[in-house]
């Protein structure tokens, strides 16, 4: 297949690109600044360019010749150009619109668990009205690629932003680690499960029109992911539960730090646990590995010497 991947140069987009080249297909990647999708060239079937996928006309040119888009972009925080309106809702409506012009036969769609239009945070809300957005009838006579919408729980990995951002708070911190939400629950997935939901709904016949909700085997609060990271990665780690009105304060102080480590609209997504109601992995034959085996392999100070980067496929 022909497969188009917005996103693809991502934490997750890069797993799923590197799975798709291996299982023979050939992948075009956009990209804001080629830099960043750097360890995409040595791939021999993906394409990378340098685009600016917000222009509706730029797609129509990523998507011709394609017979499948894929969109992983996502941002967690807004930044001033970056709104969750537009690099979430406007943009699916762009990427369905154009999908449906260049003749795209599937368009498989990462949202996140949890997103609904009554939401608490933004990016929930945001990431609810790009699923709708995709959802909108055609036109009499316009052409409707079939949708794939996936809801991951939290995504760890050797390259994630979750068990490395702990990682490293405890070590600047010297293991003092003031915590929001604590008692928030997830069931924290391996990008490489995440990349393999997709693969598999690709091929799958019947998997087209589908809401996967993607978990790992572990319900985990947010205290046991860093208690856990800190023991792997042989790290102190003291632990003070903030409550809610201290919480809400972090988010806000944070909010305004460079990078947004936090912020009051991560602590409105805390309030919400991100577990699955049904096993998205179990309808595609996927056995989740567990967090607790995985994160030695890249988080132990053992593992450090070793290139998680160059992992191949099964
Ligand atoms: N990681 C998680 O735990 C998690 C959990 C639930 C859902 N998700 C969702 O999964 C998707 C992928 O997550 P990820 O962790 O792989 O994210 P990531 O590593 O931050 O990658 C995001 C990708 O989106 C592109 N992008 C970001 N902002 C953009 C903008 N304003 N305009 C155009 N492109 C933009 C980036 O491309 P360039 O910089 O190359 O242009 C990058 O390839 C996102 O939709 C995210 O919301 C992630």
């Known amino acids: ?87 979430h809702a406007a943009l699916a409506a762009k990427v369905m619109a154009a999908a449906r012009g260049a003749g795209v036969r599937r368009v498989l769609h990462m949202s ?18 790009a699923e709708a957005a995709l959802r909108v009838a055609p036109a009499a006579g316009e052409a409707h690629p079939a949708v794939t ?34 008692t928030a629950r997830f069931a924290p997935i391996s990008v490489l499960d995440v990349a393999e939901a997709f693969v598999r709904a690709l091929t799958r016949s019947g998997a087209s029109a589908a809401t996967y909700e993607l978990c790992g085997p572990e319900v985990l609060t947010l205290e046991q992911i860093v208690r856990l990271t800190a023991r792997v ?11 809610d009105v201290l919480g809400r304060l972090q988010g806000i102080v944070m909010g305004l730090l460079p990078g947004t480590p936090f912020s009051l609209d991560n602590f409105r997504s805390l309030t919400l646990d991100s577990v699955c109601r049904e096993s998205g992995c179990a309808a595609l034959g996927i056995a989740p590995r567990p967090l607790l085996a995985e994160l030695p392999l890249y988080l132990s100070p053992s593992a450090a010497s070793l290139q998680p980067d160059l992992h191949l496929p099964e």
């Open 1 to 87: 297949m022909n497969i188009c991947v917005l996103g693809g140069s991502g934490f997750v987009g890069t797993e799923l690109v590197r799975r798709l080249v291996f299982a023979g297909h050939w992948v075009r990647v956009p990209t804001r600044n080629l830099a960043d999708a750097d360890r995409l060239r040595v791939l021999d079937t993906a394409e990378l360019r340098q685009a600016n996928v917000h222009d509706p006309r730029v797609l129509s040119q990523l998507f011709a010749d394609c017979d499948t888009v894929v969109n992983l972009i996502g941002i967690l925080n807004e930044r001033r150009r970056e709104s969750f309106a537009t690099v």
């Open 149 to 182: 919408i996936f809801r991951p729980s939290v995504i760890f990995g050797a390259q994630d932003s979750l068990t490395n951002r702990f990682a490293q708070l405890l070590r600047m911190s010297g293991g003092v680690l003031p915590l929001a939400r604590a």
């Open 233 to 243: 990665a042989h790290l102190p780690c003291h632990i003070v539960r903030l409550p």
């Open 112 to 129: 996140a668990l949890g997103a609904a239009a009554g939401a608490p945070s933004s990016y929930l809300r945001s990431k609810a009205a």
